[in-house]
């Protein structure tokens, strides 16, 4: 089992500060465990593809492979039993990418079985499955097509329109 580093404890209005604007430090939720994400800025860093879930709980989003802004920070919900697989994908992924480095307070119980799922699979070193995410950082970004000079906030990815029908 991957051992939590530094333990931070926040809540979740605390997190939406790590969200590389506020702060250097990117930081984002999966089942309230804290990923450091910082090292990824060409993913998360301000203006790029996933800079909407910078400094936000991700879990509904990875559940069921949303681009929505209204699934970021979801903490009551269900999930169909594919739903609960994808999020374990998605907690294997991020456990074999990013440091765990605390929890968010109140979150404790989101989704407790899917992350013990996604620990032991990290722990017998299996592989994510999922459509794209490569396990090293430094590949290639989506970016945004149709981009402007206006916004400062993250633009989405190119391809987010897909998510309505993925969902
Ligand atoms: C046509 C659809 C999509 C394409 C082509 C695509 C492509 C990509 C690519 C190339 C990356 C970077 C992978 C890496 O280098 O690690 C990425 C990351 C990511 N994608 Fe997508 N994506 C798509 C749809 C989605 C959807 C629907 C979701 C919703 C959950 C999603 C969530 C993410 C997340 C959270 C990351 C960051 C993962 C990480 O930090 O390891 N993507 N995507």
Same mark, same amino acid.
């Given at each position: 089992m991957q051992k939590e580093k530094s333990e931070l404890s926040m809540d979740l209005e605390q997190l939406y500060q790590f969200d590389g604007e506020n702060d250097p430090k990117i930081l984002v939720s999966v089942c309230g465990h804290i990923f450091d994400v910082s090292e990824n800025k060409r993913l *998360?860093?301000?203006? @790029?593809? *996933?800079?909407?879930?910078?400094?936000? %709980?991700?879990t509904f989003m990875l559940a069921k492979m949303s681009l929505s802004e @209204? %699934? $970021?920070?979801?903490v009551h919900f269900q999930l169909s039993d594919q739903e609960k697989d994808v999020l374990v994908s998605w907690i294997l992924s991020y456990l074999s990418k990013y440091p765990v480095v605390g929890k968010v307070k109140? $979150?404790? %119980? $989101?989704?407790e079985e899917e992350w013990t799922r996604g620990q032991e699979k990290f722990a017998k070193r299996e592989t994510p499955n999922l459509p794209f995410s490569s396990q090293k950082i430094g590949k290639e970004q989506p970016t945004d097509s149709t981009q402007t000079d206006s916004g400062e906030k993250a633009k989405k990815p190119w391809?987010?329109?897909l998510g309505g029908f993925l969902k």
């Open positions: *998360y860093g301000p203006g @790029k593809g *996933y800079a909407f879930t910078a400094g936000h %709980d991700i @209204k %699934d $970021l920070n979801r109140g $979150l404790e %119980d $989101l989704c391809f987010s329109w």
